[in-house]
């Protein structure tokens, strides 16, 4: 496995803040040097903001009480 291919599997843990301080700074040198790697960075934002967005306007949306009851009356 190249060393890009090892950073593309941590740069989304990267980016929600799952690394250590060391592996962070490590990735964080690595992207920087990297044009691969900061294409994949992109597109990991890219993907987040677009899955924030959805989240934040479609949640409020959502009727849950027809799921809380159908988990209530399986409890029950």
Do not use: K, T, Y
Request: charge should be negative; proline fraction near 3%; glycine fraction near 6%.
């Amino acid at each position: 496995m190249s060393e890009c291919e090892r950073m593309e599997q941590l740069i989304e843990r990267w980016l929600d803040g799952e690394l250590s301080s060391v592996e962070s700074e490590r990735v964080r040198a690595h992207v920087s040097d990297c044009e691969r790697c900061r294409a994949a960075r992109l597109r990991f934002e890219r993907i987040g903001d677009a899955l924030n967005r959805v989240l934040v306007v479609g949640a409020p949306r959502l009727e849950f009480a027809p799921f809380w009851r159908g988990i209530e009356g399986r409890i029950q």
